[in-house]
């Protein structure tokens, strides 16, 4: 059964960074490009980030460019998201996928003084 | 960027009655390698989103054979063909054929 579990959700102040990690097993985590979308409280749903199988190529939401930075350790299964200069509008649940099909329950990301 | 124009944004449905959301994106989704990368999700409360169709027209494994998905090139279309109670939530099409993918605006399913 894949499952893909998102950790490091928090409340952070605008300006502050986070860490957001996403488990992958079930699945040759390997050999699929990954990816990071958002939901802020009552909107509707925004990807933020990919990466391909290998890492050697991200891509990324004009809304993050610069800020955000999304990683991989394929010897640990795991996806990152590296969040830095977080705003208030960068609050929302985020997501790590391995799309179309398989996404995980989210991680609450807060950003308020 | 691809915008994606989802309709209607709301359905009132009592069960059994079908139901037609309409997706139109502003570029072609068919991809040189000829699949067309739009896909289907259904959002209930509280849920990630869960994947209904991909490529158009592909149900994916354990999805109810009343959901169908149609079209080609820009213009898309879920099907219901007899609602029931468990369909309540959002309904999104997203295309995915190049970054940044982008969704339509959701359209919100209510039973009566």
């Known amino acids: 059964e894949v499952q893909l579990v998102e950790s490091g959700g928090d409340l952070v102040q605008p300006g502050g960074s986070l860490r957001l990690s996403c488990a992958a097993s079930g699945f040759i985590f390997s050999s699929h490009a990954m990816s990071w979308l958002r939901q802020a409280p009552g909107k509707g749903l925004e990807w933020v980030s990919a990466i391909s199988d290998s890492g050697g190529s991200t891509f990324y939401a004009d809304s993050v460019k610069g800020r955000f930075t999304v990683s991989r350790d394929n010897s640990k299964n795991t996806l990152y998201l590296h969040m830095n200069s977080l705003r208030a509008e960068d609050t929302a649940v985020y997501y790590c996928?391995?799309?179309?099909?398989?996404w995980g329950q989210g991680a609450l990301v807060t950003v308020s003084s | 960027d691809i915008v994606m124009t989802q309709t209607p944004l709301s359905l009132s449905l009592t069960p059994g009655q079908p139901a037609s959301i309409s997706c139109k994106s502003s570029q072609s989704l068919l991809f040189s390698d000829g699949r067309t990368y739009l896909d289907w999700y259904l959002q209930k409360a509280g849920q990630p989103p869960q994947l209904l169709i991909y490529?158009?027209?592909n149900r994916f494994s354990g999805v109810p054979d009343r959901f169908s998905g149609s079209g080609s090139g820009t213009g898309f279309t879920l099907k219901i063909s007899r609602v029931e109670a468990e369909d309540v939530g959002v309904y999104y099409c997203m295309q995915r054929i190049q970054p940044p993918w982008t969704f339509g605006q959701g359209t919100k399913v209510e039973i009566k």
């Open positions: 996928a391995s799309a179309p099909a398989y």
């Open positions: 490529e158009g027209s």
